[in-house]
């Protein structure tokens, strides 16, 4: 499997509260996380750098995932933990009172997807030439979209665009969207933060993720695009493309 992973500060904030990674356990099976964490005093940047440290860890005690139904389980599992976790800390530390962190955590199995997901961050499938957001936002703008008050065009201009209705750590239960998809040889699947999603439009994401070069190349061009048109906030991205490996093939 192809993959990168990069996160950037950004062009305006002090700090970098995102965090995630790639991370691979006994079997050599791929999860993937990217974590966009709020709170002052730094204290998103404590809750997202916790998550990612978690689910590290964690992964690499799993000998073997068999399929997404077990996926989906050790995703539940370790979610629930996670944002036990968090809120603990957040209520111990006054510094961090009301911390709390957006989360999507992808295993990928070879013909399936196993996504946990909370917040506002983004997977995208983009598939035999189709782009397809994968999860939905647990935001107040997507709600009022869904409930047909408000346009798709109109939310991405709203004042409100930020504000999430689900996070993880800010209360001591959460609930997840945990589910399975397909993919397939060819698919790439990308992981974002807002940072990215708040400057580039759908076409731009196509425009990338259909380009014939490594993966390291369009994830950097992508965080360069989001820098060039501001940069106001951390701009996380995982990028991971689905592949029958031959013997020398490099990672991206």
């Known amino acids: 499997m192809k993959r990168f992973f990069v996160t ?3 062009k305006v904030r002090e700090h970098n509260e995102d965090a995630g990674g790639i991370f691979v356990n006994q079997a050599g099976q791929i999860l993937s996380v990217v974590a966009d964490g709020m709170g002052g005093h730094q204290a998103g940047e404590v809750a997202s750098k916790m998550v990612k440290e978690y ?3 964690e992964w690499k005690k799993v000998s073997q995932i068999n399929d997404s139904v077990e996926a989906e389980a050790w995703l539940s599992e370790h979610i629930k933990v996670i944002n036990g976790q968090v809120f603990q800390h957040a209520e111990e530390n006054i510094e961090c009172k009301g911390m709390g962190t957006t989360v999507i955590a992808v295993i990928f199995l070879d013909e399936h997807l196993s996504i946990a997901h909370i917040g506002d961050s983004r997977c995208y ?4 030439g189709q782009l397809e957001q994968v999860t939905d936002d647990h935001s107040f703008v997507n709600e009022l979209v869904r409930s047909g008050q408000l346009s798709k065009e109109d939310a991405e201009l709203h004042p409100r665009k930020n504000v999430l209705m689900r996070a993880l750590g800010t209360n001591a239960f959460v609930d ?3 589910f399975s998809t397909s993919w397939h040889s060819g698919t790439r699947l990308l992981i974002c933060s807002d940072g990215l999603t ?4 759908d076409q731009d994401l196509i425009d990338q993720l259909a380009l014939t070069v490594p993966l390291k190349t369009i994830a950097e061009t992508m965080v360069s695009l989001a820098n060039q048109r501001g940069g106001e906030d951390n701009i996380t991205l995982a ?3 689905h592949e029958e490996m031959k013997a020398g093939d490099p990672d991206c």
Do not use: N, P, V, W
């Open 55 to 57: 689910f590290l860890q």
């Open 176 to 178: 997840a969207d945990i």
């Open 239 to 241: 990028l991971l493309e």
């Open 125 to 128: 499938r983009f598939q035999d």
């Open 8 to 10: 950037d500060q950004g």
């Open 198 to 201: 708040d400057k580039l439009s």
